[in-house]
Structures are given as structure tokens and as C-alpha cells.
């Protein structure tokens, strides 16, 4: 059976950004955009039609802000992933973005060749950040206690292969453990550590292994 193409959503105010983007993405396999918007209205009523995989997030819109387009998105449409492409990365916009639960941040002057891998990475699962941003991230979810201290052995393999995109059926399947269990786990476990979506929790674990 033919494998389903990553559909893309384009939210951002300039026609001419979004002509681009689209070109771009139409000239990879693999990936379709199925619909467009020049502000979130525009992007509620459509997103809850299309139910597309990735939607791409401006971050100022004529009719609000992306962090809060990004949480009226997830209702409308939770099994979509969001990724902010923006020319802004003031420490508040990109917080505020994370803890909206954007799974990908991006500026504008990304490479187009990484705008396609962090698609494909965002729809397997796997946050993406921009790699002048992720600092930033770091420091706020970053926490006082280390996961030695406040996470079990297996609360700690649940976290990654959360940090690995895998979803809770799999983490189920890896693990040998119902995907209920998991279910509960994971929210125990951003409990625990202060977070609060997977995107988060993700970049608190990869924090965590790097100070190993």
C-alpha cells in the first residue's frame, strides 16, 4: 500500500511567503500542502476541515499572536503537529510558543533543504528547534532536581522514547506495558518535571543527557 503523504497547512500573513513555502514543499515526495491562511480565523475554520498533519505558524498575525493561534489549533485539530516559522526569537515569543505546544520552532533564514527534514521530523514525532532558540528552551525547562532524582527506572525509559517521537502505543509495545499505563506515566512524568506537553519534556530529557 502506498505510503499517505505528510499534509502541510501554511498559516502566515504574506501570500508571497506562502507561495514560496508552498513551491518548496511541493517539489519534495512525500509532502503536500492541502491548504492556506493569512490569519487564524481564517486558519480555525479550515484546519477543523482538513485536519492536516503539519501546520507551518506564523508567529504575528493580523488577528492574534501564533502562541495562542497554536492552542486554539491543538483544540480544534489535536492530532496535528505545529511548527512556528517566524523571523522572531525573543526569549518570551519562543517560550511561550513551547509551552503552547509547538512541536518545532523555526526562523525564516532556515536553509530550505532543513525546512523539509523538519517537517518529516516533526510529523515522526521529533521536536525541532532552531538551534539559536534551543538555548533559550533549555534554560526555562531546565529543572533544579535531575530526572536521578525525581523520575523511576522506568518513568526514565518512557521519557525517552518520548524524546524519540515514539507515540504511546509504541512506547506500550516497546516496553511491554499497556498504552494506558503509558498514558498515565507520561503524565505523571510531566508532572514531575514541570513541564508541560511532550516538546517539553523532550527537551528537558535531551538537557539531562547532555550534563551526563
Not at 523538519?118 to 534554560?139: F, H, Q, Y
Request: aromatic share 4%; charged share 25%.
Amino acid at each position: 500500500m502506498q505510503k499517505k503523504n505528510i499534509s502541510v497547512f501554511l498559516v502566515d500573513d504574506h501570500a508571497i511567503v506562502r507561495c514560496g513555502i508552498r513551491s518548496l514543499i511541493e517539489r519534495n515526495s512525500g509532502l503536500e500542502v492541502i491548504g492556506e491562511a493569512g490569519n487564524l480565523q481564517e486558519a480555525y475554520d479550515k484546519v477543523s476541515e482538513l485536519m492536516p498533519d503539519i501546520i507551518l505558524l506564523d508567529i504575528k498575525l493580523p488577528d492574534g499572536d501564533g502562541a495562542a493561534g497554536c492552542r486554539e489549533i491543538k483544540k480544534l485539530c489535536p492530532d496535528a503537529k505545529v511548527i512556528i516559522l517566524t523571523a522572531f526569537a525573543e526569549d518570551s515569543i519562543v517560550i511561550e510558543a513551547v509551552k503552547a505546544g509547538a512541536e518545532g520552532y523555526l526562523l525564516k533564514n532556515i536553509d530550505s533543504k532543513n525546512i523539509i527534514n523538519a517537517i518529516r521530523d516533526v510529523a515522526s514525532g521529533k521536536p525541532v528547534l532552531d538551534a539559536s532558540v534551543m538555548g533559550k528552551v533549555l534554560n526555562v525547562v531546565k529543572a533544579n532536581n535531575t530526572t536521578d532524582d525525581i523520575l523511576t527506572p522506568q518513568e526514565k525509559n518512557i521519557l525517552e522514547l518520548v524524546s524519540q517521537g515514539k507515540t504511546n502505543k509504541e512506547i506500550g509495545e516497546a516496553l511491554f506495558i499497556s498504552e494506558k499505563t503509558v498514558r498515565n506515566n507520561v503524565s505523571r512524568i510531566l508532572r514531575k518535571i514541570n513541564v508541560s506537553n511532550r516538546t517539553e519534556a523532550a527537551i528537558y530529557w535531551s538537557k539531562q543527557m547532555s550534563l551526563k
